[in-house]
């Protein structure tokens, strides 16, 4: 059966901090990997994930994703307010038509 | 945004009757889906279309029929409602095979 399992699964930080979040999975036929930030209403896309390695970057947000350990990371640096929501795991694996596999999320508390 | 609506948004309903959601796209995405989100489940799916009248169950089909008869709509039905089929319902598109998938804003549905 597909997994994928994030920790932790909350978080209470201040302003300023930074945050990783985890995210591993055991899959059939691996595709990709993708994090979804979702406040109040639907999930928004951030990265996807396909080669180790290699990091992907937006502003204050990266993402890495380890094939042989079977494990991505969200790095949130100087973390605001704003940055509050759950952040979600999702793994695509194959066949003939992309299927998602989700984590349960992680729900991230930015304090002032 | 990518264009999706869904529709309704909220819906209070009684064991037993009969439930359709909408959702529908203009961005003439190919491969449209129906999730539910739980607490502690994350977002699991139901089903999935690959194209007009081409679908297929996802994870947790039970009690769930979907029809698609145009490539913008993606009709989810709940024929007999129970109470555990409260929940939100997330439909999401893609443009292809292990494409990122975009979703739509929700419904939240609860049976009573």
């Known amino acids: 059966e597909d997994k994928v399992v994030q920790s932790p699964l909350s978080l209470v930080v201040h302003e300023g901090d930074t945050v990783t979040l985890n995210c591993s999975y055991e899959v059939t036929n691996f595709r990709s990997l993708l994090w979804y930030k979702q406040e109040k209403k639907a999930p928004t896309f951030l990265f996807m994930l396909?080669?180790?390695?290699i990091e992907k970057k937006s502003g204050r947000l990266s993402s890495i994703l380890d094939k042989k350990e079977l494990f991505s990371i969200l790095n949130i640096t100087a973390t605001q307010t704003g940055d509050s929501a759950v952040y979600l795991c999702?793994?695509?694996?194959?066949?003939?038509?992309?299927?998602?596999?989700f984590g349960a999320g992680t729900r991230l508390t930015v304090k002032p | 945004d990518a264009g999706i609506t869904q529709s309704p948004r909220h819906k209070v309903t009684e064991t037993g009757t009969p439930v359709t959601l909408r959702c529908h796209q203009t961005?003439?995405?190919?491969?449209m889906y129906w999730y539910r989100q739980d607490p502690g489940h994350g977002l699991r799916l139901i089903h999935y279309?690959?194209?007009?009248?081409?679908?297929d169950k996802g994870e947790v089909s039970d009690g769930y029929s979907v029809s698609r008869s145009k490539t913008e709509d993606f009709l989810l039905t709940l024929e007999s409602a129970t109470s555990s089929q409260t929940s939100v319902y997330f439909c999401a598109i893609s443009g292809g095979q292990g494409e990122t998938q975009y979703f739509g804003p929700g419904t939240r549905l609860l049976v009573l």
């Open positions: 396909t080669s180790s390695g």
């Open positions: 999702a793994v695509i694996v194959g066949g003939q038509v992309n299927d998602m596999r």
């Open positions: 961005e003439n995405h190919r491969y």
């Open positions: 279309s690959y194209g007009v009248k081409d679908t």
